[in-house]
Structures are given as C-alpha cells and as structure tokens.
C-alpha cells in the first residue's frame, strides 16, 4: 500500500517580468520515512523577447535517497484578477547521480499575453500557492530497514534512541565598558 506525504508552500516573487534569470524556491524537505528528508526546488521562469513562453515552472530532486516516488505538484495563483490552476504528474521519480533534468516540467502555466499584460507581473508580487504531493512505497522504506536493523546485536536488549541532536557552543564575552564608567571608576579609586 503507497504512503502519501504532502507538503504546502508558498512562493512570492516581487517584479516577476523583471527577473533576468529563473528563480528558485528554498529546499523543501518532505520527510519520506528515511533517515534524511527527501529535498525538491521549484524553479520558475519566462522567456524574455524572442523566447518568451509564458510562465514555465520546473520540479528538482535535490536528495540522493534511493526511494522511488510519484509526484504531485499542484500550483495556484489567485491574487487580485488573476485566476490560474494547473496540476502536473509524473511517476516513478528515481534519483540519477548527475542529474540536472527537471522531473517534472509544467509549461505556460499562465500565457505569454496575460503575462505580459497583468500589471501583477511587472510591478507587484506574485504569489504561487504549491501542493507537494509524494507517493511512496513503504516496501522500499521497510526492506531498507529491515536490512539494517537485521545485523547481529551483541548488547543485552537494551536500547537508547535519542531524536536529533544540536551541539551548541557558547563563548563569553565580557560587557564593553563605555569610556565615562572607565572614568568615573578610576576618580573614586583615587
């Protein structure tokens, strides 16, 4: 039976038409039931002049997590006047060493006309809500598991987990004395 994790965001770009390259979304982690999450980035561009395209958006898998999924990506814009919904798929996404392709590619998801005519685009913000949908199977994740967990364990049934750990450093720092406490601390010594 596939699992299913989803995850939503929101990405907003100030004066989208004026961006001279794609822009990127921050890393997002979906945790899949390995021992790292599984890290994706959305790209999102336009043609400018004779290549201009509409709005193009891009789906990256960043991990190198060995587990297959199915993706989802669900992309909505509706600010003021504008009114855009589009889905994409795509099946059986492995990671590939090397692999600068998008898994998944959503084309003219807003127009090249509405683009270029919506005052949003130019001079506004734009903001895309996003839906991350992954389909995995729990197979892959538990026959990984299995596999670790099947070594030989030599301690007496006893066993402590502790989740992440965050190893702090702190370094002390006298408190600057201004110039007058110097002064008025050096009068009363004398």
Request: charge should be negative.
């Amino acid at each position: 039976m596939p699992s299913e994790v989803s995850k939503t965001f929101l990405v907003e770009i100030e004066n989208f038409l004026h961006q001279s390259s794609p822009v990127r979304s921050t890393g997002i982690q979906v945790d899949i039931g390995e021992d790292d999450p599984s890290l994706w980035c959305l790209e999102i561009s336009h043609g400018d002049g004779e290549d201009a395209r509409g709005l193009v958006v891009s789906l990256y898998r960043l991990d190198s997590l060995q587990v297959e999924v199915d993706v989802v990506l669900t992309l909505d814009i509706s600010d003021v006047g504008l009114g855009y919904k589009v889905s994409g798929r795509v099946d059986g996404v492995k990671n590939e060493p090397n692999n600068d392709e998008a898994c998944l590619r959503l084309e003219n998801f807003v127009n090249e006309k509405d683009l270029l005519s919506s005052e949003q685009f130019s001079s506004g913000t734009v903001s895309i809500s996003c839906e991350l949908d992954l389909f995995y199977s729990d197979s892959q994740v538990e026959s990984r598991n299995l596999g670790e967990n099947s070594k030989p364990n030599n301690d007496s049934g006893r066993c402590l987990t502790f989740g992440a750990v965050e190893e702090l450093h702190y370094i002390k720092v006298d408190p600057k004395v201004s110039f007058m406490d110097k002064l008025i601390k050096s009068t009363k010594a004398m």
